[in-house]
């Protein structure tokens, strides 16, 4: 006898909040007309201003705080903790789903941040008072393609963008796994991991002077639209050839 399939249905991307597309389109606006200002020399002024303020207000004690709590934007680690989530989620439902999500996240990643930060080729605030040391006023514009790669990599902030994505694929495969112990994970912790570490990065990472005010906020946005990229992925409803149906569960929790 002929063994009889089972036909999936198409294929319907995963709900999101907010839910539509006009937030997608909101952030992708708004990151190309900062881009184009920044290019046209506005904001300098603000990025420069906040700056001077986080090398004046920078104590050894304080300074040391905001290095340590910026590992938490350390996009090595998150990936690895996030691969490792999604191998215990794996083998606990016998899926091979989850390993889909660490897996497009880096992938994402790769082909977007990097390639936008060698693209428009800005330096750091700590250019001028290290090497290259550039002159001041130098270390502000864009697009600025003489200088070697390694010293014009500032926007948009690849760590800021980073914890926003590996957080939200952490809480994504934290809270099943969880499940799979029998214990609940809070909608309230599933914000906090999502939300905080981000926050925390954003706002040491300018403290530092490691980025401008302006190159964390360009990384706010493109984390958080690389994030809902993610989160509109059907994970649960993705063909998979037959030889994995027998690992073939699901694993996502309705939004």
Same mark, same amino acid.
């Given at each position: ?20 597309? =006009? ?18 020399? =506005? ?20 300074? =040391? ?25 794996? &083998? ?20 977007? &941040? ?49 914890? &926003?994505? =590996? ?61 809902? &990229? ?26």
């Amino acid at each position: 006898m002929r063994e009889t399939t089972t036909v999936r249905g198409r294929v319907r991307l995963a709900p999101v909040r907010p839910a539509g597309w =006009w937030f997608d389109a909101l952030l992708l606006a708004a990151l190309v007309g900062l881009t184009v200002a920044l290019a046209a020399g =506005w904001f300098f002024g603000i990025d420069r201003s906040v700056a001077d303020w986080a090398d004046a207000h920078r104590p050894t004690a304080a300074r =040391w705080v905001a290095i340590i709590l910026n590992y938490l934007g350390q996009g090595t680690p998150l990936t690895l903790i996030a691969a490792g989530l999604s191998v215990l989620l794996a &083998i606990r439902l016998r899926s091979v789903r989850p390993l889909f999500v660490p897996v497009a996240a880096f992938v994402l990643t790769l082909f977007t &941040i990097g390639p936008l930060k060698v693209w428009t080729a800005r330096p750091a605030p700590s250019a001028s008072i290290k090497e290259p040391f550039l002159p001041p006023e130098q270390t502000l514009p864009l697009f600025q393609e003489d200088l070697p790669v390694r010293f014009a990599q500032s926007y948009p902030s690849g760590h800021v963008a980073n914890a &926003i994505v =590996w957080y939200g694929v952490i809480a994504l495969l934290l809270a099943p796994l969880l499940a799979t112990l029998g214990r609940r994970l809070p909608r309230r912790v599933v914000l906090e991991i999502r939300i905080v570490p981000p926050a925390v990065v954003l706002c040491t990472t300018t403290y530092l002077g490691w980025h401008w005010l302006s190159d964390s906020v360009a990384g706010l946005m493109l984390g958080l639209l690389l994030d809902r &990229i993610l989160h509109r992925v059907p994970w649960d409803e993705l063909p998979l050839p037959a030889r994995l149906r027998s690992w073939d569960r699901p694993f996502t929790e309705p939004v």
